[in-house]
Each structure stands twice: as C-alpha cells, then as structure tokens.
C-alpha cells in the first residue's frame, strides 16, 4: 500500500488544535493500542480514508525527536502529546548518530528507540528509519563516514552507499519488526527515506529502498511533493475519492542561523482557518515538531538559502500544550510543568590555552597536504565527524594567506592578522589554522561536497603550504576525560584566543532544569560534567542554552568552556529561555 502526502513548509504554529476538531467525527477512543489486543489488518489506504484494523482511522500526529530529548524526559514529552488529543507520535532514526563509526552501533542511554516505542504512552508511531532522514541534521542524518570514499554520490544506486545502507538496515530492521502492529507494538506506518522529490539524483533508488525495507510489513509513505498554492486544487482533488491525504510536515516556522533575525510564527486566525479546512477535507496531519528538543553536542545541520546558515543549538519549533484549550474530543490530564530553577552565577577562575594543552594531545597526522575531517586517520578509520581541526605548519616568511575556497566552514589563524606577521615569525615562524565544522548541509543537490576542514591547498603568497601536523580536536567526551590534562592555571588575565575555562556549579540535592547565559563570551561550546550542550555565539539569534535537571548531580558540577576568542567574567543562569522568540511561546512550558 502507498499512502499519499502532502508537504508544506513553512507555516503556522500548532496551536489550539482541538478547539477545530468535531467530537462525532473524532471519535476513536476504542482505536489505541492498548485497546486493540487481537489485531487483524493494520493501517491501511481504502478509498479515501485510512482505516485501523478496519475502521476508519484519522492521523493525528505530532514529531518528537528523542535524541533530542534527554532521556529522562521521553516520557513526558510523550505524555504530553498524548494530553492534547493526539493519537500517534512520529519520529526518526539519524544513522549517523548510531552508527558514527563505521561498523559500530549504538542503541543505548539516549539512543535507545526501542525503549522509546515501550513507553509511548498508548500512541502509535511513525518511525522514518532513513537511511536519509533529513531533520535539519548534520548531513541529513548521514554518516560522515561516507565522504571518505571520493566518489562516494549520497541517496542514489551508487555501490558504496547500497552497501553501507545494506549493512545498516541489516542491523535495525530486525528492532523494528518486533515493534511492528501485527506483533503487539505500536508502530502502524514507516516512512523510508524522506522528501526525495527535491533531490532526485537516480530514478532507481526509490526502487532499491523499497527493496531493502521490503521486511518491514507495514505501511509504507512514499512522499511526493506540491507547492501551498495548490492546496485548495489538490484538497479538491483527493476529497473526491482518489486516496487519503497525510499532510508530513506541517511546521510552525523556519529554523534560526547563527547571525539572523528570528523567525516567528504566524498568527492564530490564519492557523485556525488552514487546520479548520484541511480537517473539513479529512486531511491527517502531523504537526513537525511536537516538541523540538536541542541540537545537543554538534548533532545540529546547516541550511544553503542564499548562503551558508548554520543552526542554532535550540531546535526551537514547537507545539505549546498550555497553549490549547476549549477541546473538541476527549482529552487526557496534563502532566506537571518540568520546574525551573536560577542559579548562583559561576566564576571560571582556572584556564589552559589550547596551544598548552596540544603537547598531551594524541600524536597529530603528518601530511604533505592538509586533509580533510572525514579522511583523517582517526576513529578506527572512520575519520573525525564533528569538532575541530587544528593544522600546524612553519613558514619562512609574511604576507599573503588564500585559501580559493578550500576552508569549510569558519577558520582562524594564529598568529593573529592584526599582528606585524613579519615581525612574529622571526620568532615563532609557526602559522596555525584553527578550522571549525559548522554543521553539513542538511538537505540539497550539495550534500555530496559536505567535506569539512581544509579540503584543498591553502596558500601564501600564492604558494601551496606544505608539511602540516594535523590536531583532531573532535570535542567528545573522551577528549575532556582522557586528552584534556590536569594543568589549569589560575585566570590572572583576560586571556584572549582559543582556550578552556573551568568553573564549579554547586546545588542542593534536587536538581531542576535551567538555561545558561553566556553574556560577555564571545563564542565557543559549553560542558557540564562531561555532557556537550551545544554551541554559543554572541551574534544570536538564541542566548541561552538548555542544561536538562537530569545531567546535573548534588553538590559539584564541574564546567568546562571552550571560548575561541574572548571570554567573559562569569556564566549565568536564568528560569527562562531567551531565543529570540514572541512573547507568547516564551511562557510556553514542556
């Protein structure tokens, strides 16, 4: 069976949901999964409904992501979806987050899906198990591994992806059948791949994945795509009888960079009307996100409008629950709001500057040439994923440095421009290149090209550079517990360039959420106990980061900041998040 869907992206804030919904046409109490033990034929396309087991069955469906959910909290965010009315969750498999080197899985902690669907709070699920999921991830959800292969070609028949896809589905498609409808479990409907209308490379590889996810029994999504302006041509269309429609992406607004102005949602009239009609027109929906969660660590992608726009660590599109009210069908109680708590600023009275901590490091890669981030020789071969990449090299002279487009995606040079370069490589004739990956683009024709680092030759005075030591600086937690040395030196100036900041929050026994503020700091990645929360910039548009209750512990909690350039006096903490947006949702709690 082929389900047919709808897209639209962006538009309006999910909001007030069932103050639209007619209690007579919704009523499908008995059509959950606790209710439904002896189960016959699952989701199904007849005429132009969907049908459960048989009856008529309309998707209600909101996205949460659980890598982007601590743990702890998968429930309540679940709970929640289900206190407003809805009757299915839908979410993703990122690859790259499971399988992040090659050949080595991980399905544990806040990886876990399985013991997501077993706590889904008498939901049915959507699982988009990929391989290419989208979902503003680095790379789509890919593994960077791939780009290792230089021919590799991303989402087509192309060998060497088949094969790693191949072996990837071998180890998930086995998890996923046991948690399929017709054994007990909660998932009705699987979208393979996602929105491959706008990439279409090959046209056999739609039949390929469809081969290969052939042992999941369930129905399967194929998405095709159509502009908002035939919304009303193409809701006449289908409401005569043709199929179904299952609207995927029904967003509340664009994502925010790094360095622009916030997006914000559209009002609630023009989102009462659209949901009014296409309910009206028996649309099923899913509302992406239900609840956005965070980019923690370096999972978050980047976008290509009209030029490259990393994304911010908030992936901040959300459903407010306590926004809705005067339900049409019957609702379930409303879980607690997760308290907040402010705490004492913390001083960083201890630091290490990069260039100190470089001799305990790991031996660097010699290279001729500068390399890549995917292609060096680090992670049992899988290359370096996310981070940084440090290339040192020695110069006999000042002047000119070019890179022709070579430097993916921000790089900073050591020494600083706005020192006499002829003067300091007298001294120290060393020039380091300090180069970050931003985030891969997470969709389009380009994703191919995604290789970070230097990727090509940079030069001096039009000259190639040469003979390079190359730093993996890949920021995980290993490289905090096991690279970074125990030599902090007390903060007797304001240092200035690349360093590590120490500093010791303290708390009472019941650690509550809260949001850091680093007002003063200039840019760099914060940690807590070991734990990447994410990436902080000065030029906005997010301020604060979210630091989840459950990753801190009684007593010391120890953080430690990376800043690139500046540091700041002091981090502090706020009860509320600060990401740019309308006053509205700010009040919003989940």
């Known amino acids: 069976q082929v389900g047919t869907s709808l897209q639209r992206r962006p538009l309006h804030s999910a909001l007030g949901l069932h103050t639209l919904l007619c209690p007579c046409r919704m009523n499908q109490i008995f059509l959950t999964p606790s209710r439904m033990i002896n189960r016959g034929v699952g989701l199904k396309v007849e005429g132009s409904s969907f049908t459960l087991d048989g009856s008529p069955?309309?998707?209600?469906?909101?996205?949460?992501?659980?890598?982007?959910?601590?743990?702890?909290?998968?429930?309540?965010?679940?709970?929640?979806?289900?206190?407003?009315?809805?009757?299915?969750?839908?979410?993703?498999?990122?690859?790259?987050?499971?399988?992040?080197?090659?050949?080595?899985?991980?399905?544990?902690?806040?990886?876990?899906?399985?013991?997501?669907?077993?706590?889904?709070?008498?939901?049915?699920?959507?699982?988009?198990?990929?391989?290419?999921?989208?979902?503003?991830?680095?790379?789509?959800?890919?593994?960077?591994?791939?780009?290792?292969?230089?021919?590799?070609?991303?989402?087509?028949?192309?060998?060497?992806?088949?094969?790693?896809?191949?072996?990837?589905?071998?180890?998930?498609?086995?998890?996923?059948?046991?948690?399929?409808?017709?054994?007990?479990?909660?998932?009705?409907?699987v979208q393979v791949e996602n929105e491959y209308g706008s990439y279409?490379?090959?046209?056999?590889?739609?039949?390929?994945?469809?081969?290969?996810?052939?042992?999941?029994?369930?129905?399967?999504?194929?998405?095709?795509?159509?502009?908002?302006?035939?919304?009303?041509?193409?809701?006449?269309?289908?409401?005569?009888?043709?199929?179904?429609?299952?609207?995927?992406?029904?967003?509340?607004?664009?994502?925010?960079?790094?360095?622009?102005?916030?997006?914000?949602?559209?009002?609630?009239?023009?989102?009462?009307?659209?949901?009014?009609?296409?309910?009206?027109?028996?649309?099923?929906?899913?509302?992406?996100?239900?609840?956005?969660?965070?980019?923690?660590?370096?999972?978050?992608?980047?976008?290509?409008?009209?030029?490259?726009?990393?994304?911010?660590?908030?992936?901040?599109?959300?459903?407010?629950?306590?926004?809705?009210?005067?339900?049409?069908?019957?609702?379930?109680?409303?879980?607690?709001?997760?308290?907040?708590?402010?705490?004492?600023?913390?001083i960083t009275p201890y630091y290490i500057s990069l260039w100190d901590v470089m001799p305990y490091l790991e031996e660097p890669i010699s290279s001729v040439k500068p390399i890549c981030m995917e292609k060096l020789s680090v992670n049992q071969g899988s290359g370096q994923s996310s981070g940084y990449v440090l290339y040192e090299t020695m110069i006999i002279s000042g002047g000119l440095l070019t890179t022709k487009g070579h430097l993916q995606d921000r790089g900073q040079r050591y020494p600083l421009w706005r020192v006499c370069l002829g003067q300091v490589y007298k001294n120290n004739p060393t020039l380091r290149i300090l180069v970050e990956n931003q985030g891969r683009l997470a969709y389009g024709q380009n994703i191919n090209k995604e290789r970070k680092g230097l990727i090509g030759d940079i030069y001096l005075n039009n000259s190639p550079l040469r003979k390079f030591k190359i730093y993996s600086l890949d920021m995980k937690t290993k490289f905090l517990r096991r690279d970074l040395p125990n030599i902090w030196k007390p903060v007797v100036f304001k240092h200035q360039g690349p360093a590590f900041f120490l500093g010791i929050l303290r708390m009472g026994n019941y650690p509550r959420d809260t949001f850091i503020k680093m007002e003063g700091w200039t840019k760099g990645v914060i940690f807590?106990?070991?734990?990447?929360?994410?990436?902080?910039?000065?030029?906005?548009?997010?301020?604060?980061?979210?630091?989840?209750?459950?990753?801190?512990?009684?007593?010391?909690?120890?953080?430690?900041?990376?800043?690139?350039?500046?540091?700041?006096?002091?981090?502090?903490?706020?009860?509320?998040?600060?990401?740019?947006m309308v006053p509205w949702r700010a009040n919003c709690s989940i």
Not at 68 to 79: C, K, M, N, T
Not at 532 to 546: A, C, K
């Open 200 to 346: 279409h490379q090959d046209k056999r590889y739609l039949k390929y994945i469809k081969k290969v996810s052939a042992p999941l029994t369930f129905l399967h999504i194929y998405i095709f795509l159509i502009s908002l302006s035939d919304l009303t041509k193409w809701t006449l269309h289908f409401s005569q009888g043709r199929s179904p429609i299952l609207m995927m992406v029904y967003t509340a607004r664009s994502l925010d960079g790094w360095g622009t102005a916030p997006h914000f949602a559209d009002s609630h009239s023009e989102y009462f009307l659209e949901v009014r009609e296409m309910f009206n027109a028996s649309f099923s929906l899913n509302f992406y996100m239900f609840h956005g969660g965070t980019n923690f660590g370096f999972m978050g992608g980047s976008a290509s409008l009209d030029n490259y726009l990393p994304m911010i660590t908030s992936y901040g599109k959300y459903l407010c629950p306590a926004a809705i009210s005067n339900l049409g069908i019957p609702k379930h109680p409303q879980p607690d709001s997760i308290p907040k708590a402010t705490y004492k600023s913390v």
């Open 57 to 189: 069955f309309l998707i209600i469906a909101g996205t949460i992501h659980y890598f982007r959910v601590p743990r702890e909290y998968w429930r309540d965010r679940l709970q929640k979806l289900k206190a407003c009315g809805f009757n299915t969750v839908t979410t993703h498999i990122p690859w790259n987050l499971h399988e992040p080197r090659k050949g080595w899985f991980y399905f544990t902690a806040n990886l876990d899906f399985v013991y997501v669907f077993s706590i889904c709070a008498g939901l049915w699920v959507i699982l988009c198990p990929g391989p290419y999921v989208g979902g503003d991830l680095d790379l789509g959800g890919l593994p960077s591994w791939l780009l290792r292969d230089p021919k590799m070609k991303l989402r087509t028949t192309y060998k060497g992806f088949t094969k790693a896809v191949n072996h990837y589905f071998d180890k998930i498609i086995p998890m996923i059948v046991q948690l399929q409808y017709a054994k007990g479990g909660p998932i009705i409907a």
């Open 528 to 580: 807590i106990n070991g734990q990447n929360l994410g990436r902080y910039w000065n030029i906005g548009p997010q301020e604060t980061l979210y630091l989840p209750g459950p990753w801190l512990r009684p007593g010391s909690n120890e953080i430690i900041v990376f800043e690139e350039f500046k540091p700041g006096l002091q981090i502090h903490f706020t009860n509320m998040s600060h990401l740019g």
